[in-house]
């Protein structure tokens, strides 16, 4: 389960050229939190970031609320 998490995020950030608009796309997708390491994973407070696994963007933890984005640029 760990090795899913942190593979699956690694994988996203290639492939990012397709994307579709944030609003048609990671709003209203539930997102993977991106974590430090296995010792602080399942606190989603400390995620590093947040990972839209539709289309690779990242986001910040400040703009992700309940593991889902409350704003988009
Ligand atoms: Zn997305």
């Not at 998490?5 to 579709?20: C, E, K």
């Not at 296995?38 to 986001?59: L, N, T, Y």
């Amino acid at each position: 389960m760990l090795t899913k998490i942190f593979g699956d995020a690694r994988m996203t950030y290639r492939g990012v050229a397709r994307q579709r608009a944030i609003s048609e796309c990671c709003l209203n997708t539930d997102l993977m939190p991106r974590w430090r390491g296995p010792q602080v994973m399942d606190d989603d407070s400390k995620a590093m970031g947040w990972v839209c696994h539709s289309c690779g963007r990242e986001f910040l933890p400040a703009d992700v609320e309940n593991r889902r984005l409350i704003r988009a640029e």
